[in-house]
């Protein structure tokens, strides 16, 4: 469509940009970015496939460069990652989520869970199931409405400190959502070796679920995941047909522009009032 052929340019363009732009300048900028105000949420619903109703929402940093405009998250959470500033980009996420959802009734009176993702280096960071605590006794959190979505990471070894921390955000009650299966090296050990609630299988995987052994692959994670009592979200639904095949395969959630784009916290509310 001509808007997949528009953002394809934008991105296109901007990695041009960027490869032009001295590296050192955008970590610099990113580092100031948080202070500047620069950074902000928005927010993508899952819905139940059976009801079609908004159960969850994901919070996704977008980054208003001052000079550039609007920069990707697949393109500055990399940056962020290299340079030590993911932890605190996404410790603010993740305050500036509880504090966006407590002001709105969107936690209390709806009862949705809200998604937050982690990046492996978070779960390095010894400081967050510390820093989350904190937070749950400041703010007086549900921690079982707040889902982390976490990616497969070489990492995650059984004796890792990484899993430690994973374990620990479980202890508080925090839900788990193993984010991109399907997408790199996925494992299957994970889905024992983790402490998960859910999984959400790759929008690569959803795109082509109609090639080849897709669909059957499809068919037994979810299975699989079932047996193991988790729960299973499929990304990056764009049409009618990939609903109508996960409903076959008894897929519980999806979420996708074919019902909604990623929108600031008001679009969200003013949906959920008519949800
Ligand atoms: P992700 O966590 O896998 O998020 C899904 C991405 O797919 C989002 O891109 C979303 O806008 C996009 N998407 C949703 N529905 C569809 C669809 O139907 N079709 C297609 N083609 N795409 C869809 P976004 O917002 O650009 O984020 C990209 C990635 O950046 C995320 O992938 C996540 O890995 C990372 N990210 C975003 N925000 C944060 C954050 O606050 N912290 C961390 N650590 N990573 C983040
Ligand atoms: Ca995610
Ligand atoms: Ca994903
Ligand atoms: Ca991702």
Not at 17 to 37: F, G, Q, S, T
Not at 42 to 62: C, G, M, N, S, W
Not at 201 to 218: A, E, R, T, V, Y
């Amino acid at each position: 469509t001509i808007e997949d052929a528009n953002t394809f340019f934008h991105i296109y363009n901007q990695e041009m940009y960027y490869k032009k732009l001295n590296n050192v300048r955008l970590k610099n900028d990113l580092r100031k970015a948080v202070e500047n105000k620069e950074l902000y949420l928005v927010y993508q619903p899952k819905l139940d496939l059976k009801q079609k109703k908004i159960v969850a929402l994901e919070a996704l940093t977008r980054w208003k460069h001052p000079q550039i405009g609007s920069i990707s998250p697949e393109f500055f959470i990399p940056i962020a990652e290299n340079s030590n500033l993911i932890n605190k980009i996404d410790k603010w996420v993740i305050k500036q989520v509880i504090s966006e959802l407590n002001k709105n009734d969107i936690l209390k009176k709806y009862q949705k869970t809200i998604s937050i993702n982690l990046s492996p280096y978070d779960l390095k960071d010894n400081s967050l199931p510390i820093f989350l605590e904190e937070l749950i006794e400041k703010e007086k959190i549900n921690t079982n409405q707040i889902d982390f979505e976490i990616t497969e990471s070489v990492l995650l070894d059984s004796l890792s400190n990484e899993l430690d921390n994973l374990n620990k955000l479980k202890e508080l009650g925090f839900l788990i959502s193993l984010d991109d299966f399907g997408k790199g090296y996925s494992s299957l050990s994970y889905l024992t070796k983790l402490p998960l609630d859910i999984l959400k299988i790759d929008k690569s995987f959803i795109k082509n679920i109609n090639f080849g052994s897709n669909k059957i692959l499809i068919e037994k994670i979810i299975e699989l995941s079932h047996q193991l009592n988790l729960k299973v979200v499929a990304e990056g639904v764009e049409n009618k047909k990939e609903v109508e095949i996960l409903q076959k395969l008894n897929c519980d959630f999806v979420q996708g522009y074919y019902y909604y784009r990623p929108m600031p916290l008001e679009e969200i509310a003013r949906i959920i009032d008519r949800n």
